[in-house]
């Protein structure tokens, strides 16, 4: 089963719960740097950096899918600051309105989270060239939160990052990403 069907599975069979004590809100802010890679007919050889900030809310209490446990959350996620340096200098902005978390139980010093994401990316100019300024973008990944202290978490995680035209100029060429992303967390 892929990523996102596993996801979408766990959104359809999990009944949301009144928000509780038992269920907790997340604030991320992050910064990442990323290069591309050629995978999948993908454009390599660029280098750029984002900043994001994100709000997820945990929608369940504890399920269980067999051998894995976890919360399911819905959040959102602005890229305010993404910038490219190599092969050009492009700046851009982006939204995601779907931020599907699942929170694994968490440790006595950490926690862990995979992720998958959906939403939009608007450049300065065309990502990659001959293309458009505007490009659909998602995520797969996850990370870990260090708990130093309580609710606050430094977060250290991994994203693989696609963008592309979604095919609306006849052909799809696109740019896919390993993303290495440190940040803050705090959840209330």
Same mark, same amino acid.
């Given at each position: 089963?892929?990523?996102?069907?596993?996801?979408?599975?766990?959104?359809?069979?999990?009944?949301?719960?009144?928000?509780?004590?038992?269920?907790? @809100? !997340?604030?991320?802010?992050?910064?990442?740097?990323?290069?591309?890679?050629?995978?999948?007919?993908?454009?390599?050889?660029? /280098? %750029? /950096?984002?900043?994001?900030?994100?709000?997820?809310? !945990?929608?369940? =209490?504890?399920?269980?899918?067999?051998?894995?446990?976890?919360?399911?959350?819905?959040?959102?996620?602005?890229?305010?600051?993404?910038?490219?340096?190599?092969?050009?200098?492009? %700046?851009?902005?982006?939204?995601?309105?779907?931020?599907?978390? #699942?929170?694994?139980?968490?440790? +006595?010093? #950490? @926690?862990? %989270?995979?992720?998958?994401?959906?939403?939009?990316? #608007?450049?300065?100019?065309?990502?990659? !060239?001959?293309?458009? =300024?505007?490009?659909?973008? /998602?995520? #797969?990944?996850?990370?870990? =939160?260090?708990?130093?202290?309580?609710?606050?978490?430094?977060?250290?995680? %991994?994203?693989?990052?696609?963008? @592309?035209?979604?095919?609306?100029?006849?052909?799809?060429?696109?740019?896919? *990403?390993?993303?290495?992303?440190?940040?803050? *967390?705090? +959840? @209330?």
């Amino acid at each position: 089963m892929t990523t996102a069907a596993l996801l979408l599975a766990m959104q359809v069979a999990a009944a949301p719960v009144a928000a509780t004590s038992e269920t907790a @809100s !997340e604030w991320m802010v992050g910064a990442a740097v990323a290069q591309s890679v050629d995978l999948f007919q993908s454009t390599s050889g660029r /280098a %750029y /950096a984002v900043q994001t900030i994100g709000w997820a809310r !945990e929608l369940t =209490r504890d399920l269980t899918f067999g051998p894995i446990r976890g919360r399911f959350a819905w959040g959102v996620e602005a890229t305010p600051i993404f910038a490219q340096f190599t092969p050009a200098t492009i %700046y851009g902005a982006g939204f995601a309105p779907i931020v599907w978390r #699942w929170n694994f139980p968490p440790k +006595r010093r #950490w @926690s862990a %989270y995979a992720e998958l994401s959906m939403g939009g990316l #608007w450049t300065s100019d065309p990502i990659p !060239e001959k293309t458009s =300024r505007g490009n659909f973008s /998602a995520h #797969w990944g996850g990370g870990v =939160r260090l708990r130093p202290r309580g609710a606050n978490a430094v977060v250290l995680a %991994y994203r693989f990052q696609h963008f @592309s035209n979604g095919n609306q100029l006849g052909s799809n060429p696109g740019v896919n *990403s390993h993303v290495l992303l440190v940040g803050w *967390s705090h +959840r @209330s």
